[in-house]
């Protein structure tokens, strides 16, 4: 694909995650679709768990969109995410807090759909924004 089309598919997969639309988000995953990131079940199935559960944690979710570098195999995006968090997420329990965190993610395209996905998130920031682990002094 192009480098123009591998930005088009991140930026609609960013539109239906954001919309709650879980269906149109699966339609981007091939079905061998395979993702390295850590806790994340295998599978497109796996996805739609990590969003639901993401969801339910923060329903108020909102990202940003930091940078989008493309070729014409990978798309990566740096992103921000902030929302109020009222519900499990991962291993954090929900602690009313609104947080912000950042992340980057990794996907591989083949034929139109995301096939591989790699992803380094701010868990850190997240952990201290909870008050699980001191946050710097200062």
């Not at 480098?3 to 919309?19: G, Y």
């Not at 740096?78 to 997420?89: A, D, K, N, P, Q």
């Amino acid at each position: 694909m192009t480098i123009e089309a591998n930005k088009a598919l991140q930026q609609q997969w960013i539109h239906v995650i954001s919309a709650g639309d879980l269906d149109g988000a699966m339609a981007l995953l091939s079905p061998d679709f395979v993702s390295h990131a850590p806790g994340m079940a295998p599978g497109p199935e796996g996805v739609r768990q990590f969003f639901e559960m993401q969801s339910a944690a923060f329903p108020d979710h909102k990202v940003t969109t930091l940078l989008v570098v493309a070729d014409e195999t990978y798309v990566t995006h740096h992103m921000r995410s902030e929302g109020t968090h009222t519900g499990h997420f991962l291993f954090l329990p929900p602690s009313g807090k609104y947080l912000t965190w950042e992340f980057i993610d990794i996907f591989r395209i083949e034929n139109g759909r995301f096939v591989e996905h790699w992803v380094e998130s701010d868990t850190l920031g997240m952990m201290q924004q909870i008050g699980m682990i001191p946050g710097p002094r200062g």
